[in-house]
């Protein structure tokens, strides 16, 4: 039952342990149709089914698994008779006629002994007669089991059956009670979609998918898997054979027979071995194609044919007017092409586009029609198939020979050159925005990997440095760009990301100096807004580590005008809390909370509340952050105890019952009360820097009035330590300390005097 092309050019992938090792996507479904069978089975319940897909989909393929599975469980054999109606059923013009072919095929599946001495003398019987002697006969061969009727181009057949025939079919299945129906069609007809039509809302729908990028290139890999060929599968994996696999994908366009048919040419290196199978390809393939064009009507053949010679998206209006008829008669019969999958359609504003699905119809009608000049559709796949470079390499190889292969390459090079618009370049942008925007780093990277591979330029190196980026994989970021500014020096996209790269390098200086020039480049205003609210954003964090935060604050300022966004506003707050603006401060965080709602905006406002001895505010603003995620407020416990506890210190009236309901609120929320030792230790890390002493004495206030625990003794003995020896240098003063503390003001000295790493933020995609 498996289609005569796909053995033709596959002939060890037919068998069923085959179509199950390359079965992609499809298995969940695959799954449900079992169990839907097995009730069908044992119970009263009676599941029909009808998977609609355009012809080459993988129905058949689905439907072979699907039987292969059933008859090889042990439990569930016994119940059932299969009757697989062959895929062509030509000539079913009544119920009685279907009910000959369920009988036929019982016989050659050797589901049942049904002689055909049987059912020939049927016959000898009037219409009337006959319909009641097969029915009689095929529910006597069915018994107790159940018949499980598998029907390809279910269309075909209903197309044959007028009104009262499908009534008569529908009643029979009905009444008899002990059939279930697994069918397929390319589209919906109007048998099964019509509302008024006898078999409106009888079968459970299922539309199959097209096959995406990601699916095409697991059922090649699985195929490779089973033909044994490993260095097959080695070569998909690497960038220069995903980028072969995304050219599959644009000729197969989601069908699987094409897919597995052109598997074999994925590692064709050379013209020769290629230009030979692919020209035999596509011969075989026209009679494929012609046979469903055949069952297209005059009208819809047509409009097939305007579209393979128009080879891009075309508006209905264009298409009635060059196929002569009117707007609306080519509306309806290219809503029906797109429902059999020979079109496909886009929307653009108010007006529908529709285009050929799949390429190689468009490639074998053209092969029919060029026979004197090289042929387009070998050119066009060269075109796909090798990057400039690769053709370019292979010509200068060929010299100044004039061969068919020099004129295919150079008419594929020249293709390249006058038409630009590469659709797997298209696709792997499309990819890499959609996989970035999404956060799936990794797959964005994929996809700008295999962008390189097939178009090595400008744009494509400044988007795989983005995904890398993104990645934090920064030394090859750096080696990419490095690469990149040699080819590109004034590249406003290379310095764009030499800034970020300059500033994840510790070295803020450069970050400045790249985000200023790459500004200056942008003279004629080629980057959006959020691109340039980057940028200052950069520049701003640069300044923001150098400690000048009154220029960071004026960038970050300028980047949240451009762009609202959640980082631009909050560290726009920690520039002005470093410079006592408190109140503008306030509001910045506040601005930050209507972009994201996160518990480190709100734990930080708490403790702009407490700078300013709102007290109850900031209690608010802390139950808000606890209220928000327990599990976020652990991941920043830093922020609590830096922004609201050390907070305290920088006033001389600590609100000490405040405190203790600080705690409270953690406890609640099963979190880590905060002890005294950590805003010691916060305390000493600032010391070596920039001695605080209004603040030390607040806590050193604090922990006097309070120590009564042992962990207080300790930490106001420590604190008063570390204030002695930031002041004298004293090694003395660390002996008169206990070993355990004396190690811990040695570590914490030495942290405060290492700099500061940048905090390595995901950066935009700037190209």
């Known amino acids: 039952m498996n289609p005569p092309l796909l053995a033709r050019f596959t002939p060890s992938l037919t068998r069923p342990a085959d179509l199950e090792a390359i079965f992609v996507q499809r298995?969940?479904?695959?799954?449900?149709?079992?169990?839907?069978?097995?009730?069908?089975?044992?119970?009263?319940?009676?599941?029909?089914?009808?998977?609609v897909g355009p012809r080459g989909s993988g129905k058949s393929h689905l439907v072979t698994l699907v039987h292969h599975r059933l008859v090889n469980q042990a439990e569930l054999r016994p119940l059932c008779l299969v009757a697989w109606l062959r895929e062509e059923e030509w000539g079913v013009m009544s119920f009685t006629d279907l009910l000959h072919r369920i009988l036929r095929a019982l016989r050659d599946g050797r589901e049942a002994p049904v002689p055909p001495e049987q059912t020939d003398v049927l016959h000898d019987l009037s219409p009337a007669a006959e319909e009641a002697a097969a029915i009689a006969l095929l529910q006597a061969t069915v018994g107790d089991k159940t018949l499980v009727l598998l029907v390809e181009n279910l269309d075909d057949i209903f197309a044959g059956l007028v009104e009262r025939e499908q009534r008569a079919f529908r009643a029979w299945v009905q009444n008899f009670g002990r059939v279930t129906i697994l069918a397929t069609t390319p589209g919906l007809f109007d048998a099964v979609a019509r509302q008024k039509s006898p078999f409106f809302g009888f079968f459970r729908t299922h539309h199959l998918e097209e096959l995406k990028l990601e699916d095409a290139a697991l059922l090649l890999r699985k195929i490779a898997m089973r033909r044994g060929q490993t260095d097959l599968v080695e070569f998909m994996q690497s960038a220069?054979?995903?980028?072969?696999?995304?050219?599959?994908?644009?000729?197969?366009?989601?069908?699987?027979?094409?897919y597995v048919i052109l598997s074999e040419f994925l590692t064709r290196q050379s013209l020769d071995e290629l230009l030979g199978p692919v020209l035999r390809m596509?011969?075989?393939?026209?009679?494929?194609?012609?046979?469903?064009?055949?069952?297209?009507?005059?009208?819809?053949?047509?409009?097939?044919?305007?579209?393979?010679?128009?080879?891009?998206?075309?508006?209905?209006?264009?298409?009635?007017r060059r196929c002569a008829m009117t707007q609306q008669t080519a509306s309806g019969q290219l809503r029906k092409l797109n429902e059999g999958g020979c079109v496909r359609s886009q929307t653009l504003g108010r007006e529908v586009l529709y285009e050929l699905r799949e390429p190689l119809l468009r490639f074998c009608l053209d092969l029919k029609r060029e026979r004197r000049e090289p042929l387009r559709p070998l050119v066009e796949i060269l075109r796909i198939w090798w990057t400039e470079v690769e053709m370019e390499e292979r010509i200068n190889e060929l010299g100044r020979?004039?061969?068919?292969?020099?004129?295919?390459?150079?008419?594929?090079?020249?293709?390249?050159?006058?038409?630009?618009?590469?659709?797997r370049v298209e696709a792997c942008r499309r990819d890499f925005a959609m996989h970035y925007n999404a956060r799936a780093?990794?797959?964005?990277?994929?996809?700008?990997?295999?962008?390189?591979?097939?178009?090595?330029?400008?744009e494509s190196m400044l988007t795989q440095i983005g995904a890398l980026l993104a990645l934090e994989k920064w030394e090859t970021a750096q080696a990419l760009y490095q690469q990149t500014k040699e080819m590109y020096p004034e590249s406003l996209g290379v310095h764009c990301y030499g800034a970020w790269i300059a500033f994840v390098g510790l070295d803020p200086e450069k970050a400045v100096e790249e985000s200023r020039l790459a500004r200056k480049l942008d003279e004629h205003k080629l980057l959006t807004n959020n691109q340039l609210a980057q940028l200052h954003y950069i520049e701003a964090r640069a300044l923001e580590h150098l400690r000048e935060y009154k220029k960071a604050a004026v960038?970050?300022?300028?980047?949240?005008?451009?762009?609202?966004?959640?980082?631009?506003?909050?560290?726009?707050?920690?520039?002005?809390?470093?410079?006592?603006?408190?109140?503008?401060?306030?509001?910045?965080?506040?601005?930050?909370?209507?972009?994201?709602?996160?518990?480190?905006t709100r734990l930080m406002l708490a403790g702009c509340f407490c700078l300013e001895q709102k007290w109850a505010n900031a209690l608010a603003e802390?139950?808000?952050?606890?209220?928000?995620?327990?599990?976020?407020?652990?991941?920043?416990?830093?922020?609590?105890?830096?922004?609201?506890?050390?907070?305290?210190?920088?006033?001389?009236?600590?609100?000490?019952?405040y405190i203790a309901e600080v705690n409270a609120a953690l406890r609640r929320h099963n979190l880590p009360e905060i002890q005294v030792l950590e805003i010691v230790r916060a305390e000493i890390c600032h010391l070596e820097s920039a001695p605080k002493w209004p603040v030390l004495n607040g806590l050193e206030d604090y922990l006097s009035k309070e120590a009564q625990t042992d962990e207080c003794t300790h930490a106001l003995q420590l604190l008063k330590a570390a204030r002695e020896f930031a002041t004298t240098r004293d090694e003395a003063v660390l002996l008169r300390l206990p070993l355990e503390e004396r190690q811990l003001l040695t570590d914490l000295r030495q942290v405060a005097s290492a700099p500061a790493a940048p905090s390595r933020t995901t950066p935009g995609a700037i190209s």
């Open 441 to 458: 780093y990794d797959q964005a990277y994929r996809a700008a990997e295999e962008w390189i591979a097939i178009s090595k330029n400008e």
């Open 555 to 600: 960038h970050f300022a300028r980047a949240a005008r451009l762009d609202g966004c959640h980082n631009y506003f909050y560290h726009l707050a920690c520039c002005q809390m470093a410079l006592g603006h408190l109140a503008q401060a306030e509001e910045s965080l506040l601005s930050s909370l209507i972009y994201k709602q996160d518990s480190g």
């Open 240 to 258: 220069a054979g995903r980028a072969r696999v995304r050219a599959i994908h644009h000729l197969a366009q989601g069908n699987p027979r094409v």
């Open 27 to 51: 298995e969940p479904l695959a799954t449900r149709l079992g169990e839907q069978l097995r009730d069908s089975l044992t119970t009263g319940n009676k599941h029909h089914t009808l998977l």
């Open 282 to 320: 596509l011969d075989d393939l026209t009679p494929y194609y012609q046979a469903r064009l055949s069952a297209l009507s005059r009208q819809q053949r047509r409009m097939v044919e305007f579209l393979a010679g128009h080879r891009v998206p075309c508006r209905v209006k264009e298409i009635a």
């Open 401 to 423: 020979r004039k061969t068919p292969t020099a004129e295919y390459l150079s008419q594929a090079l020249a293709l390249c050159r006058h038409e630009p618009c590469d659709p």
């Open 622 to 657: 802390l139950n808000n952050a606890l209220g928000l995620s327990a599990q976020e407020v652990n991941e920043e416990r830093g922020a609590l105890h830096q922004m609201i506890l050390y907070s305290f210190f920088h006033r001389t009236t600590i609100p000490v019952v």
